[in-house]
């Protein structure tokens, strides 16, 4: 495969995602690395997970290296995991298993087996890198180790919508303070809801607009929409819902009716 996209809660401060790029530059010249994001929140897996899901299907076929492994060195399997649209190596926490079933659903996997490197807190420049160097120059997957079919998979966000009400895990909080939920616009149809609604935090809950894009409201006010994944996610048109609602990517958000809709 001519490419190898690059997925890490790395960084950008320091030379964890150089040393990778030096490791298949070495190994594979040829190949292309495509930088998905190496700003994924330091140890948040469902994040990488979703961010990773929602950008391969607009990537070229390729191998999808991806690594926020707070296991590392532990006795979690590095696996690849084979798709009829690309292959993906990383840690077997769950990580890899979403962005799999956004390529066409797992078809095979296997363990990377081998010695141990002799850094136990660098995977994924000891084992993972090579690995997907060695798969872009078109090593088989099967020739890491043995097959494997029990691969971890993430638990399910929580998602439950009752009448005039939606409670949603967190996705993710883009660059911009825009908060991406579980839950789908289908999920906020069961509610009923419409027109001006409440979007609550553990700290705070302030009034919002379901609409479309951001100019739907004024500057500063807050916007409930479908964004671009097909998640609802909440913003505030020219600031950051996440501020305002003191929200992470590890947080929980309730929508109800506004106590002033009519």
Request: with cysteine; proline share 8%; charged share 15%.
């Amino acid at each position: 495969m001519a490419w190898i996209s690059f997925t890490t809660d790395y960084g950008l401060r320091d030379g964890f995602v150089a040393a990778c790029h030096g490791v298949i530059a070495r190994l594979a010249p040829e190949a292309r690395v495509l930088d998905v994001t190496h700003l994924v929140p330091p140890q948040q897996v469902r994040h990488g997970a979703a961010v990773l899901a929602q950008t391969v299907p607009y990537l070229p076929e390729a191998v999808h290296l991806a690594v926020v492994d707070p296991g590392v060195g532990t006795a979690r399997r590095g696996v690849v995991v084979v798709t009829a649209h690309g292959l993906l190596v990383g840690p077997d926490n769950g990580l890899l298993i979403p962005a799999a079933d956004a390529l066409g659903g797992v078809t095979a996997a296997y363990a990377l087996d081998g010695p141990e490197p002799a850094y136990a807190t660098f995977h994924g420049r000891d084992v993972f890198a090579p690995a997907a160097a060695r798969l872009a120059r078109g090593a088989a997957p099967g020739s890491f180790g043995p097959a494997l079919e029990d691969l971890v998979r993430l638990p399910d966000p929580l998602v439950a919508a009752f009448p005039s009400k939606l409670v949603s895990d967190v996705l993710t909080v883009d660059h911009f303070g825009n908060v991406q939920l579980a839950a789908t616009p289908a999920d906020l149809e069961l509610t009923g809801l419409t027109g001006t609604v409440t979007v609550h935090s553990e700290r705070i809950a302030v009034p919002a607009e379901l609409g479309r894009t951001f100019a739907d409201v004024p500057p500063g006010a807050n916007l409930v929409y479908p964004d671009s994944a097909g998640r609802l996610s909440v913003a505030v048109n020219g600031g950051s819902a996440a501020t305002v609602l003191g929200l992470s990517s590890s947080g929980e958000c309730t929508i109800t009716a506004s106590p002033t809709a009519s």
